[in-house]
């Protein structure tokens, strides 16, 4: 096969040569084969052998093969003249091609000439000198190409001679075998010419690494070393020995290893320095003029227990990774460990394999005042705040205790013990104790609380996520009980929980499933009993619960985001539902705080008016106090534009907040309703009428109009008028009731009825009343 053109003269004569030797390597096998054949087969026939054709055959490959012999022993193999050394393989590729003729000749010959018994083993052998192309002639692919065609024709000739037309199969396999032959040969060839280029690169790369590494000893920030039997220094370059602190006589014939600090980084590369096997930047260390430094060795062994290897100062990259790995596992603000780590030392603390996964306890903290003295005290006290906070937690556990700050104002602390539940319930009283405890933060003192969740595995009945999840479960609890309290997790905290996640779920579905529903219960006017308005209540029906007041699922829908879809409906069904009604009554609808802070509330308000043609003025929203303490600047825009639309706004439960006058002050309210712990009882509470009376004569000075909540009794309907409150709303008048209760007047009545009776009766009074007054004789 031709080289390609692109080869230089030295790669060149490296393929030639390699070949020619391959060949004479090949050669004794080669020819001890092609006798053997040849005895063979002529043994097989010799029963033709009074046939001059297989004696003149039998000499005249034994004579090639002869002087294939002394050829090869003639050839000078150690040559390094191009032209010599191919001339000497065209010699040689020319004695194969003979020995290859003379067998294609004597193939077909002895399948004319002898007795068809004997054509099995003219057939394995011609196979054999076949495929033995693929050893004999890999290396030189001429002569293996003109050996499949020749031998190939052979046997062809042979096939014909012997079965005739009904030799095509044969010849057909024969095809196949010969193309199959001729790709392989190929490819053994160019692996045979890409091994000989590879090795010559790697041998001129090797020689540019030997002058890089003499440059590397001379320039390089790292040092070269090399040890002898036993990890002996030897040849200690003086770059090495100052590095090290020392000089070349003191270093030389010394232990590497004695120069590193004890411990598990240095047994490493000692291991390898003992089996003499690579390895590749450990890191060690040691001391240099009584500082601590960091190298990095790698090396490689050399014969005769010989390693040679290099050393890198990574001093500053190992303190940074310090550093770094100090700020991802631990607090930078308190210290304390952070969540990774508190997570990661949970996990191993609950593995599978942990054997102490049913000792763990977990007490989960979060600080209650903290968010005020961070508003009002600026962050730079709050940050100190912190700090005391996680170095009290730390100074009431041991050492083998975790103390961690989750983030924010949250903090845990987890350990190991065997203690009952009394116990953990004593540590976390101290730690509500130490937590509580004043602190002085430059020259002023300060107080915050916590809460604390404690939770526990018992009998490893639980993994990290489980364990954290019923600590937050207490945790929540001990908030739900107050400040600067704790509350142990227990399997009805649980329940609670799934049960709320189930009412979750449900409740996402409930608007598609068409589960709401809208109550609406009357409000009257006091003067004279009729009916001035209706608050719109919402109302599920549960397919398994039953019918849900707002007061078990409108906390979930807040905390979720899903009460701005409900809300949503709320204002759009109320006003569709009333603008069916006959008569010219005020509708009420509550908005909850994540309403009003919604941007979308003002536009979806417009639009659900001039859908149902309804006049604003028609239209109140009930908001209470603590929308306003939640956001209050974003709460007064949109209840200013609410009422730009032309809508009113009532305060409902006015009295129960910390700030009612104060936001009266603010004059964005038209109505004021009186929270019923007022109405409750009033007729014997001296204190009670007197509150309501100072309330309505407020709003009355201040424009705006009154509304008495939880009205049960005929007395109090009385009463409240004479104390100046015009409006009145409870079950007495009537029980909130599905819209088709009040669709019409006749409608009215019937609902009215019963427990309404009063109200007619009241109604009929006051329209007596109304009646004299207007003679002038009331």
Known sequence: MTQPVSYSDDVRLQILTRRLRAVSFGGPMAILSSFAS???????????????????????????????????????????????????????????????????????????????????????????????????????????YAHIILLGSGMATASIATYGSHSWPLLLLLGVYSITLWIAVGRLDRQFVDGIVNEIGSVEAADTVAMLLHDFEEQSSDWLWTVGPGGLLRSVAPRFAAAAGSDVDTLQDTPLINLFQPGEERDRPARHLVENSPFRDLLVKLRVDGEMRYWRLSARPREGGWMRGVARDVTHDRLIEERVAFMAHYDSLTGLANRYLFNERLRDLLSEDGDCASDVALFYLDLDDFKSVNDTRGHLVGDRLLREVGSRLEQEVRDEDLVARLGGDEFAVLIETRAGMGMLIERAHRFLSVVREPYEIEGQLYRVSTSIGVARCSNGDCDAEELMRRADLALFAAKRKGRDTLAMFEQSLDREARERRELENDLREAITRGQLRLHYQPVIDLDSGDITGYEALLRWHHPRRGLIGPTEFLPIAEETGLILPIGGWVIRQALAEISRWKGDFRIAINLSPTQVRSPHLVALVAQALHNNGIAPERVEFEITEHVLMLESETGNDTLARLRELGTRIALDDFGTGYSSLGYLRQALFDRIKIDRKFVVGIEDDINAQAIISSITRLAEAMGMQTTAEGIESRSQLDLLRKLGCQEAQGFLICEPAPGDAFATPEAVEASMNGKGSDVLDYRKAREAAMKRRGSGSA
Do not use: N, Q
């Open 38 to 144: 040849t005895a063979v087969l002529l043994g097989v026939y010799s029963d033709t052998l009074s046939h001059p054709a297989p004696a003149i055959w039998g000499v005249s490959i034994g004579a090639i093969l002869l002087a294939r012999m002394a050829l090869l022993r003639l050839t000078d193999m150690a040559s390094t003249d191009i032209d010599y050394i191919e001339a000497s393989l065209r010699k040689v590729m020319v004695v194969m091609g003979a020995v290859s003729l003379a067998w294609a000749v004597g193939i077909p010959m002895f399948a004319i000439l002898g007795r068809p018994s004997a054509l099995p083993a003219l057939a394995g052998i011609a196979a054999a000198m076949f495929v033995g192309v693929l050893l004999l002639h890999r290396c030189v692919p001429r002569a293996g």
